[in-house]
């Protein structure tokens, strides 16, 4: 009876311990395909997809990147969300990836654009990590440039605005969610080919097919969380183990290696992956989520 009470104690234990590591990780994407449409180019492609070009270039053999309409593509989309949310919004900064959380499930999850790590030696528009709320959120916006952006227009000798009307040439496009950390938003970009890049001032930059959904689903008083984590693990239900590795674009990590060995012993799984491969993915650096289980079952391929 006793032997039979502690089979019973271990076994819940190890499902409670299996469900916990399984819930404090979201996984999205997978092996995809994508059929080359007219104007496309690897820049749009990247955005679209949150897939770094030098990843669709190794895994297509393109050489020269050139694409022609029509033509068949794939590449690895997974991703690892940093953290995991009941309700709100969180930004992967080092990932370039936002994922919005509702009633305790990913809503939605895309690629975004973030601030530059420098201009000209400068680091002020790196976009800053921290909690925030969604203070406000508007269509058709006025930009009112801000001193810092009108300083470096007049060092580029371009004409110095002060503010840009609703249209076209608003780089806030049609759609913006304010937040409470001063000179960020969430907002589309008239600038497509910057998204899944460091290219803004500070703010994040949607693509137009993402930022309707969003903005129709967030309201004032949303909260979130803007998280630079380069090394993201992930153990799913099934114990397979995924390792994510982003640029330390910002340089805030010492070593990218040891922070990855200190997460998959804090996950108790490092008996479990495959060293070999783990070392391949810091040197590498794609931003893809990547299965390093030591033995893997196979997955399904491509979309």
């Not at 990247?46 to 770094?52: H, L, P, R």
């Not at 006025?142 to 004409?159: A, C, F, H, L, N």
């Not at 590795?245 to 012993?265: Q, T």
């Amino acid at each position: 009876m006793k032997r039979a009470v502690l089979n019973c104690f271990i076994a819940a234990c190890l499902f409670l311990f299996l469900s916990a590591r399984a819930f404090a990780s979201v996984i999205t994407g997978g092996e995809t395909s994508y059929r080359v449409a007219e104007g496309d180019s690897l820049l749009l492609i990247s955005a679209k997809f949150g897939v770094d070009t030098a990843a669709i270039t190794k895994e297509n053999d393109l050489g020269s990147g050139h694409l022609q309409p029509g033509q068949i593509l794939r590449f690895d989309t997974r991703k690892i969300a940093p953290k995991v949310l009941y309700n709100g919004i969180i930004v992967d900064i080092p990932g370039r990836m936002l994922y919005h959380f509702k009633a305790g499930k990913l809503d939605m999850s895309f690629s975004v654009g973030l601030g530059m790590p420098q201009w000209n030696g400068i680091t002020r528009w790196r976009t800053p990590s921290g909690a925030f709320t969604i203070t406000g959120k508007e269509q058709n916006p006025v930009w009112y440039v801000p001193d810092s952006i009108r300083w470096q227009m007049e060092i580029e000798g371009k004409p110095v605005l002060t503010s840009v009307p609703p249209g076209p040439e608003n780089p806030l496009g049609r759609y913006v969610l304010y937040t409470s950390i001063r000179g960020i938003a969430i907002h589309e970009t008239i600038w497509p080919t910057t998204v899944y890049r460091f290219r803004s001032h500070g703010c994040i930059r949607v693509l137009s097919q993402n930022i309707v959904k969003l903005y129709d689903e967030v309201e004032a008083g949303t909260t979130g969380e803007l998280v630079y984590d380069p090394v993201k693990v992930a153990v799913t239900a099934e114990g397979r183990i995924f390792l994510e590795v982003d640029p330390d674009v910002y340089r805030k990590v010492k070593k990218l290696r040891d922070e990855v060995m200190n997460r998959i012993d804090d996950m108790h799984v490092a008996a479990e992956v495959d060293w070999v491969k783990v070392r391949k993915i810091v040197y590498e650096q794609s931003g893809s989520a990547e299965d390093v289980t030591l033995f893997p079952v196979p997955l399904p391929r491509y979309r």
